[in-house]
């Protein structure tokens, strides 16, 4: 089954800085990745989605990148605002299985003003 | 219109209320799901429907009964809960049950079960 971890768990930055969280996933045999970003007690907005055959994807002030063959993500975070506050989960889609989103347990970004 | 709307934000209940809630999107997708999230946990998948028929059960005891009446909406019907199912649940679209769609999400229900 597929297993989708992020590290670190929780990470604080004082504004400004440029950042990067990670996203590792065990099975290569996937059809994309998925970035969301949750405040707390709320609902999932997408942020960016990679799909298999692409190496990054960039909106705004943030850029994505996947390796598949390794299994690795990152969403990289430039400039960084207290408003980027909140918790970062990647998704990965893979090709088997009926139930084939697989989510990671998120990174808890805070910015420090 | 990119928005997943869900309803009640909030709901408390006691164990042996009925309830319901209820998801709406006008996207026009064809595919809608139910997640449940407990705190500091990703989202698990509950049910899935592709084309308004339930596509995906997984495994989610039967007082927790999904609905998909048309094409835009999606009610979860909650009857005689536990303590345990206190959640913040999900409702999510995507323009089909396809490999590589994206996801929408609603800001989500929080449930308190007393």
């Known amino acids: 089954k597929q297993e989708v971890t992020q590290i670190p768990a929780a990470l604080s930055v004082p504004e400004g800085e440029n950042l990067v969280l990670n996203c590792s996933f065990t099975?290569?045999?996937?059809?994309?990745l998925q970035w969301f970003r949750q405040d707390p007690g709320k609902g999932l907005t997408s942020l960016l989605l990679?799909?298999?055959?692409?190496r990054e994807q960039t909106s705004g002030r943030l850029n994505a990148s996947l390796d598949k063959s390794s299994g690795r993500s990152t969403l990289y975070i430039a400039a960084s605002q207290p408003g980027d506050s909140a918790t970062y989960l990647c998704?990965?889609?893979?090709?088997?299985?009926?139930?084939?989103?697989?989510f990671g347990t998120g990174t808890r970004l805070t910015v420090i003003p | 219109d990119t928005e997943v709307t869900q309803t009640p934000k909030h709901l408390v209940m006691g164990m042996t209320n009925k309830k319901s809630l209820k998801c709406e999107q006008h996207?026009?997708?064809?595919?809608m799901y139910w997640y449940k999230q407990k705190a500091k946990k990703p989202p698990e998948l509950m049910f899935v429907?592709?084309?308004?028929?339930?596509?995906i059960n997984e495994s989610v005891p039967s007082r927790f009964s999904p609905e998909c009446p048309n094409s835009s909406l999606l009610n979860l019907h909650l009857h005689a809960l536990q303590p345990e199912d206190s959640a913040l649940y999900l409702c999510?679209?995507?323009?089909?049950?396809?490999?590589?769609?994206?996801?929408?999400f609603g800001s989500g229900t929080q449930l308190s079960v007393l």
């Open positions: 999510a679209s995507s323009q089909g049950w396809e490999t590589n769609e994206k996801l929408f």
């Open positions: 099975d290569s045999a996937i059809y994309n």
């Open positions: 990679i799909q298999s055959s692409q």
């Open positions: 998704a990965v889609r893979g090709v088997s299985g009926a139930n084939n989103l697989f």
């Open positions: 996207m026009g997708h064809r595919a």
């Open positions: 429907y592709s084309y308004e028929k339930l596509s």
